[in-house]
């Protein structure tokens, strides 16, 4: 059974340029929050299997951060190399 540090999660985002600004970036995010969350659109996407977060963009870089962390201390406790 796999402990809980190696648990894999698939997941899926929308990113921007560095620097964009902030009323553009909180537009895009109400934009994409209201396409995940179209009555014709949503249904579709948890039938898929999909799990609708659409968080903040602040929240999504703190996840991310958190995953990459995640998965560097895997890989360097486990002495994991590429071949």
Sequence with gaps: MADKESNVYSWQAV??????????KA??????VSA???P????KLLEL???IV???PEQFSA????EFARWKN???SRNIKAD
């Design 15 to 24: 990113a921007a340029p560095k620097g964009l600004p902030s009323d553009v």
């Design 27 to 32: 537009k895009l995010h109400a934009a994409i």
């Design 36 to 38: 995940l969350n179209d």
């Design 40 to 43: 014709q659109a949503k249904p």
């Design 49 to 51: 299997g999909f799990e």
């Design 54 to 56: 659409a968080n903040t």
């Design 63 to 66: 996840y991310q951060a958190s």
């Design 74 to 76: 895997l890989i360097q």
